[in-house]
């Protein structure tokens, strides 16, 4: 099968995303390992983001073209919580809800065109994802805009940004790479029901470490006595 530079790069880059991004969910917290996996992460998810966008624009496929962009900013809003400290906010910080604000309107629209077509889809695609992007485009903005007006966020907000964000984008590249993807994979996977344990555990995986961080911030909430 021919396969474009570009999409060689995409599959390469998103096998290394998968694998960097599992390490990072599975090394411990805050550790050199864990740091150096989410690195990784970043670059590789950053270039499958790119390239996977620039591939649906030139076929067409809107709905692959969203979610590339909406995990790039996943990705990249994600990594910036964590190099600022708690209260403090970064230049770049006041660019995200735009970056939201166009993620959600460009979803709603063609969410919209796909219900009112005759043939119900656009490019393929009924409704259906089109509107789950654009209800996730609108939680990130209102986490966007809660950062700016506050000049930044604690410390544990910060800690809660930073998972939901990396592992939703995880999230979004297994299930591509499960899904569309699937086809390089061997049978023996394929035809089973392996193909569909990777996206349910990572969405466990995501409420656990959301849950744990929350338990530890009430643990370290200071108690005063009357």
């Known amino acids: 099968m021919d396969m474009s530079p570009m999409m060689l790069i995409h599959i390469i880059t998103g096998s290394i995303a998968v694998l960097s991004g599992v390490a990072a969910l599975a090394l411990k917290k805050g550790k050199k ?13 950053t270039l499958m983001a790119l390239t996977g ?35 403090a906010i970064k230049p770049l910080d006041y660019m995200l809800p735009f970056a939201s604000v166009g993620l959600c309107v460009a979803s709603a629209y063609f969410g919209y065109n796909a219900l009112t077509s005759p043939s119900g889809h656009v490019d393929g695609f ?45 999230y979004i590249a297994i299930g591509s790479f499960f899904g569309q993807g699937a086809q390089a994979l061997p049978d023996m996977i394929t035809q ?10 990572i969405l466990l995986i995501i409420c656990f470490w959301l849950g744990k961080t929350w338990l530890n911030n009430r643990k370290s909430r200071p108690v005063f006595s009357q």
């Open 126 to 170: 009924s409704h259906e994802p089109y509107f789950f992007f654009a209800l996730l485009s609108l939680v990130a903005l209102i986490g966007d805009v809660k950062l700016v007006i506050n000049k930044g966020i604690s410390h544990s907000q910060r800690m809660t940004r930073h998972i939901w964000r990396m592992s939703f984008a995880l």
């Open 33 to 45: 390992p864990h740091r150096n996996a989410g690195k990784i992460f970043v670059v590789s998810m």
């Open 53 to 87: 966008g620039y591939i649906a624009y030139i076929k067409p496929m809107m709905i692959t073209l969203i979610a590339g962009l909406f995990t790039l900013h996943l990705v990249l809003s994600a990594f910036l919580i964590v190099k600022s400290p708690p209260h």
């Open 192 to 201: 089973t029901f392996l193909i569909h344990i990777p996206e349910p555990l």
